[in-house]
């Protein structure tokens, strides 16, 4: 007889917050349970939560302690939410990545930019079952706002899995094939047992809408634009690129990439033959010697990013493109929440410039997003009738949300959030037991964990700043130099203060070391009198609790 948990799902990121996707199915049971993985992304670091830190993943300290029962990762598409840790995670989980191949070349080089072998990827061919461990797994076309998106159908001795990844219902995505409903049809007559499935739009009653859609309003946006106009959207999302590129070359506009990942997304996307009618393109330089009014700028920086072109653009700090007044941005791009205020600020940087910004509030439909609604959550359904459903790829509220969506379709249904693991092999989904989840940092080239204190400590110093002294004293521990006072992120001077804060803290230190006992006067003994005169000084005068570091250093004879 199946039980519940021969077959389990657990996500170590990705099920209760949007991005750090990283998903696992195990089949068996304890020392003899064989895994794989799904995914393997990254979200990204922001000053109010994580000053400081570039990236952030799901820690995968679970599956790395039995890194030996691992016996493959799958890459559903190549968006960093989905393949931004493979490079630098791999080495904690050493098994072979299976992906299509414009999924594989963004793969293979973050391999290499990690110091990791790119010959750990490995091309999974149209149709291909790849065989690992009790796993058959097989990458089904699905549309999404990137190119080779893919379901994965997973099959195991206790059932079939349909994976849905990030996914939207798009019969006309002007790049790559359109969705088959036929094929999914013909997958749920085959069975499905559990079906995982994007959650990120679902509370979005009614169906998405298509690629299509954006052409025609985004021409009219251009060619009613009087200077140079620039747009941004996410550079992997490639025929939004093309989309854009096509829209001005229909106003008599030359095209110019501008950032990095613009040009190599394009580059890579015409290498695996999925672009094949992308407009020509001059130079950032060439640029310089057109009218401005035949100008079209795509760039990087959607988001907000802060070294990205367009921020630099809005500073003007970029070393080849200048938008000056009269000139047009388009966002056609979701904003992802949390970058509201980065994206709103580069808003505002280009107003000020002159500049004018469209985006989905002021602009028509110049951005469509890649994720399913409602309407096309339940299609999926429809043409794969699982018997049970688990909800990924979303915030606590969509998870909510998508599993009553289910129960409502006669799917009986859970929400796992992180750490979860859920029984799927039953009648009923089932939490049947919970593994330990948690975050690591990419801060500067250094990965850090959440316990290291690194974030923690970063935070105290962003909000209240930071005061070092420094004593020198001798054998004795007395004072034979004047304290070092020096205050980082924190004023000098105030209204009503006697003298500036640095002159109010050595007098407190000084005075309070005169006073100090014999046995305060040990090096641990003087770093807490001038640790409390310090907090005592800031408190009073300034309000706040600082951060305080004393050095204490002490000449001998």
């Not at 985004?218 to 634009?225: K, S, V």
């Not at 506009?253 to 001059?282: F, H």
């Not at 000139?327 to 107003?351: C, M, R």
């Not at 001798?474 to 804060?501: F, N, R, S, T, Y």
Request: proline content about 5%; overall charge negative; hydrophobic content about 40%.
């Amino acid at each position: 007889m199946t039980k519940s948990d021969d077959l389990v799902f657990v996500a170590l990121g990705g099920a209760g917050e949007i991005g750090m996707n990283m998903y696992l199915y195990g089949h068996g049971h304890g020392a003899k349970r064989r895994w794989i993985m799904v995914d393997c992304g990254v979200g990204f670091g922001d000053m109010e939560t994580s000053p400081g830190i570039e990236l952030v993943m799901a820690d995968p300290s679970f599956i790395e302690a039995q890194a030996d029962k691992l016996d493959g990762i799958f890459a559903t598409h190549a968006h960093e939410d989905h393949i931004g840790a493979m490079g630098r995670l791999w080495p904690r989980l050493k098994s072979k990545i299976y992906a299509q191949p414009f999924t594989a070349a963004n793969i293979m080089r973050k391999m290499e930019e990690a110091g990791a072998s790119p010959k750990q990827v490995r091309l999974v061919e149209k149709d291909e079952v790849v065989e690992v461990g009790p796993f058959k797994v097989r990458f089904q076309p699905i549309t999404h706002s990137i190119p080779e998106a893919a379901a994965l159908v997973i099959d195991t001795p206790s059932g079939r899995i349909v994976h849905s990844g990030d996914f939207k219902i798009d019969h006309a995505p002007q790049m790559g094939d359109p969705f088959d409903e036929e094929a999914f049809r013909k997958i749920g007559d085959e069975g499905v047992h559990a079906l995982v499935c994007d959650s990120t739009n679902v509370m979005i009653p009614g169906r998405g809408h298509s690629e299509e859609e954006v052409l025609a309003p985004l021409t009219e946006l251009i060619r009613n634009a009087k200077g140079a106009v620039a747009a941004t959207t996410f550079a992997s999302n490639v025929a939004r690129v093309r989309s854009l590129a096509l829209a001005a070359r229909q106003t008599g506009r030359e095209i110019v990439l501008v950032g990095r990942a613009m040009k190599r997304m394009v580059e890579i996307s015409e290498q695996c033959g999925l672009l094949t009618d992308m407009p020509s393109t001059v130079s950032e330089d060439d640029a310089d010697s057109l009218p401005r009014e035949n100008v079209f700028y795509i760039v990087t920086g959607s988001q907000g990013e802060g070294r990205a072109a367009l921020a630099r653009i809005a500073s003007g700090s970029h070393p080849t493109v200048e938008l000056t007044d009269g000139d047009t941005v388009i966002f056609s791009s979701k904003t992802i929440p949390g970058n509201e205020e980065a994206v709103y600020k580069l808003h505002n940087q280009l107003s000020e410039r002159g500049v004018q910004v469209f985006d989905e509030s002021n602009g028509g439909m110049i951005h469509v997003s890649g994720h399913a609604r409602q309407g096309d959550v339940e299609k999926l359904y429809e043409l794969l009738r699982p018997k049970v459903a688990i909800p990924m790829h979303g915030e606590h509220r969509h998870l909510t949300h998508h599993a009553a969506l289910a129960e409502s379709l006669g799917v009986p249904s859970v929400v796992a959030a992180n750490g979860a693991v859920a029984g799927i092999a039953g009648p009923r989904p089932e939490i049947v037991d919970h593994a330990e989840v948690g975050r690591i940092y990419l801060d500067g080239d250094t990965l850090v964990g959440a316990l290291d204190g690194v974030v923690r400590e970063r935070l105290k110093l962003a909000r209240n700043g930071l005061v070092i002294a420094s004593l020198v004293v001798d054998e004795d521990g007395e004072l034979v130099a004047d304290p070092e006072v020096k205050i980082l992120g924190g004023p000098q001077e105030g209204h009503g203060w006697p003298q500036p804060l640095e002159d109010l803290i050595w007098d407190a230190i000084d005075a309070d070391i005169e006073k100090a006992s014999r046995k305060q006067r040990t090096d641990d003994g003087l770093e807490g009198v001038a640790s409390r005169a310090i907090r005592r000084v800031c408190r009073r005068w300034w309000g706040k609790k600082p951060q305080v570091a004393v050095l204490v250093t002490r000449l001998e004879d």
